[in-house]
């Protein structure tokens, strides 16, 4: 145990020695005897949708980044990236809940499709058969304007987001808005265009088409989304929020709102959803929303022939290059062939991009503020290279 210095020194280095022939000799036994490594086990590549969400959130400066994607082999897989709460540093719930903004119009949109399936609405009816002398302005008659066109956006309606009591959410965050009054203000503009010879994404569209479900049901239009939609596709965490709920409801991402390019991020988690109403109401997960369009494109919402009422589309390229626009629904081309059909969605705080295939793949991507141009080109590039691996 106290042998001299060298002596240890030169004792180490012999069972050094051993040790590393012992290891060659039980290596080549193992290559003997043991089959040729198989593929499987070779190391595994990055996966691309992990990748794309740390770029988003490194590069691209979003707070969190939050994706499910439903691969070929039916396996839906979740995925997330960034802080899930400024304040705290919190991690992001595992396909935690969102404000999904505008993926509400395609829940009101299958409503009102089921309603034309039930002989309660027409599609080329006019405005005023539901909603009789409401819809009056400057170049502006209900008279005019069909169901069909609200729910295509070709009705030529002023944007009432555009109406001075919205221009600035900061300050509008938990107000309680009428649809009547989200309605006032758009008819205090001009109309665009003449009914039917344009197409313009509007979301006074949607609030009309909330205000004929009601109108036709008697019952809020929320609750005919629930009863219809929610309920029937199995959505086990979406909802629309009831009047004075302004929480969401579950583990969710918190979501941040940037008034101007350099101004602060606003924590806008928490808000009174009504300035979005039909437009954009709807709290929903990742996983929910590929539910919900697989649902419907798989024909389990609706009636074939209101279906493909639906998917017949108009162009849309103010949403990019060679998307078109159906009634509550949207088809974008995939770099590997073929559409994603979704809609995607936008609430202060959130920004949500998706689609599913015919084939069953599915994703929707989430982040937690609203990107800027070339952040939100990478977000539908994203949603691309998910579908398309």
């Known amino acids: 145990m106290n042998e001299p210095a060298p002596q240890r020194r030169a004792h180490r280095i012999r069972l050094a020695r051993h040790a590393l022939t012992a290891t060659a000799t039980a290596g080549l036994a193992l290559t003997a005897f043991a089959p040729a490594p198989s593929p499987a086990f070779a190391a595994p590549r990055p996966d691309v949708v992990q990748q794309r969400l740390d770029a988003l959130v490194h590069e691209d400066g979003m707070p969190a980044a939050l994706a499910t994607v439903k691969g070929r082999d039916g396996r839906s897989r979740t995925?997330?990236?960034?802080?899930?709460?400024?304040?705290?540093?919190?991690?992001?719930?595992?396909?935690?809940?969102?404000?999904?903004?505008?993926?509400?119009?395609?829940?009101?949109?299958?409503?009102?499709?089921?309603?034309?399936?039930?002989?309660?609405?027409?599609?080329?009816?006019?405005?005023?058969?539901?909603?009789p002398g409401l819809v009056r302005g400057e170049g502006i008659d209900g008279r005019n304007i069909t169901v069909r066109q609200l729910l295509q956006h070709t009705s030529g309606l002023p944007e009432y987001m555009n109406?001075?009591?919205?221009?600035?959410?900061?300050?509008?965050?938990?107000?309680?808005?009428?649809?009547?009054?989200?309605?006032?203000?758009a008819l205090a503009q001009k109309a665009h265009f003449a009914p039917g010879t344009q197409w313009e994404y509007n979301n006074t569209n949607y609030l009309l088409a909330g205000l004929i479900i009601q109108k036709v049901t008697g019952r809020p239009f929320g609750e005919e989304v629930t009863k219809r939609v929610i309920n029937r596709a199995g959505l086990r965490h979406t909802y629309v929020p009831a009047p004075g709920d302004t929480v969401l409801h579950e583990p969710h991402p918190h979501g941040y709102h940037r008034a101007a390019p350099d101004a602060p991020l606003v924590d806008y988690t928490?808000?009174?959803?009504?300035?979005?109403?039909?437009?954009?109401?709807?709290?929903?997960?990742?996983?929910?929303?590929?539910?919900?369009?697989?649902?419907?494109?798989?024909?389990?919402?609706?009636?074939?022939?209101?279906?493909?009422?639906?998917?017949?589309?108009?162009?849309?390229?103010?949403?990019?290059?060679?998307?078109?626009?159906?009634?509550?629904?949207?088809?974008?081309?995939?770099?590997?062939?073929?559409?994603?059909?979704?809609?995607?969605?936008?609430?202060?705080?959130?920004?949500?991009?998706?689609?599913?295939?015919?084939?069953?793949?599915?994703?929707?991507?989430?982040?937690?503020?609203?990107?800027?141009?070339?952040?939100?080109?990478?977000?539908?590039?994203?949603?691309?290279?998910?579908?398309?691996?």
């Open 79 to 131: 995925y997330t990236a960034g802080i899930g709460d400024l304040a705290t540093g919190s991690r992001v719930p595992v396909d935690g809940q969102i404000r999904a903004g505008s993926n509400t119009k395609a829940f009101v949109a299958v409503v009102v499709l089921q309603l034309v399936a039930e002989g309660k609405v027409g599609l080329d009816a006019s405005v005023d058969t539901y909603l």
């Open 163 to 185: 109406a001075p009591a919205l221009a600035d959410f900061t300050t509008i965050q938990y107000r309680y808005f009428e649809p009547r009054e989200l309605l006032d203000g």
């Open 270 to 389: 928490d808000m009174d959803a009504s300035m979005a109403w039909a437009a954009g109401a709807v709290v929903s997960t990742n996983t929910d929303l590929n539910t919900f369009y697989g649902a419907l494109l798989g024909g389990r919402l609706l009636p074939a022939a209101q279906l493909a009422e639906m998917r017949t589309t108009v162009p849309a390229e103010f949403l990019g290059p060679g998307v078109r626009y159906g009634l509550g629904i949207q088809s974008r081309p995939l770099t590997c062939g073929g559409l994603a059909w979704g809609h995607g969605g936008t609430s202060p705080g959130y920004r949500t991009r998706g689609g599913v295939t015919e084939d069953g793949r599915a994703v929707n991507i989430t982040l937690t503020t609203v990107p800027d141009e070339p952040t939100a080109t990478r977000l539908t590039d994203a949603v691309d290279a998910a579908l398309c691996r």
